[in-house]
T-cell receptor, first 117, second 111 residues
Framework: NAGVTQTPKFRVLKTGQSMTLLCAQD?????MYWYRQDPGMGLRLIHY???????AKGEVPDGYNVSRLKKQNFLLGLESAAPSQTSVYFC????????????????FGPGTRLTVL | DQQVKQNSPSLSVQEGRISILNCDYT??????FLWYKKYPAEGPTFLIS?????DKNEDGRFTVFLNKSAKHLSLHIVPSQPGDSAVYFC??????????FGKGTRLSVIA
């Protein structure tokens, strides 16, 4: 199993350009997430999905869009990149939990380092 | 408003000694807590977790303690090893809502 993979690993954009980050998981997980990590800010949730065809906003959704057309893929789009979106982006996935006081581990991808000039 | 707080951005510990990383939370509805470890240029990896109905969980050198009345949890690493040098994130969850992460603590274990 490859686990969670992210494409690309690095990218440099100019302000105003658009791009799509791809996340793929081969564990048949229902839930998928996109985070950004900035120095001193920890991991902040951008958008997430609880199943194929569903998406929901997280803590910092502005400037991003997502789609989950297939269960194994979760795409993060930047329509018009801004320097404030320079960050490291992590995708994660997990199975639905079994019930109260239980939790299934969330697996992370290796990250995409994005620089917006 | 931060629901999960890690008030120490960094911690240095001598090899072989105990490392104690702390985490406070404000949401009394959290029912599960986790610690993730992150090396540079890698994604976070799960380390250890604890349900809110327990007060301790141990896995080898790693032990997590939960004090619900104080809304506080801690991660103990004994003995600390240079390979433990990483950023540690505390996280909490309520039901099937997304994990809420703290800002992380950078642990340096000095040989």
């Amino acid at each position: 199993n490859a686990g969670v993979t992210q494409t690309p690993k690095f990218r440099v954009l100019k302000t105003g350009q658009s791009m799509t980050l791809l996340c793929a998981q081969d564990m048949n997980h229902e839930y998928m997430y996109w985070y950004r990590q900035d120095p001193g800010m920890g991991l902040r949730l951008i958008h997430y999905s609880v199943g194929e065809g569903t998406t929901a906003k997280g803590e910092v959704p502005d400037g991003y869009n997502v789609s989950r057309l297939k269960k194994q893929n979760f795409l993060l789009g930047l329509e018009s990149a801004a320097p404030s979106q320079t960050s490291v982006y992590f995708c994660a996935s997990r199975r639905t939990s079994g019930g109260a006081f239980s939790y299934n581990e969330q697996f992370f991808g290796p990250g995409t380092r994005l620089t917006v000039l | 408003d931060q629901q999960v707080k890690q008030n120490s951005p960094s911690l240095s510990v001598q090899e072989g000694r105990i490392s104690i990383l702390n985490c406070d939370y404000t949401n009394s509805m959290f029912d599960y807590f986790l610690w993730y470890k992150k090396y540079p240029a890698e994604g976070p990896t799960f380390l250890i977790s604890i349900s809110s109905i327990k007060d301790k969980n141990e896995d080898g050198r790693f032990t997590v303690f939960l004090n619900k009345s104080a809304k506080h949890l801690s991660l103990h690493i004994v003995p600390s090893q240079p390979g433990d040098s990483a950023v540690y994130f505390c996280a909490a969850i309520s039901g099937n809502t997304p994990l809420v992460f703290g800002k992380g603590t950078r642990l340096s274990v000095i040989a």
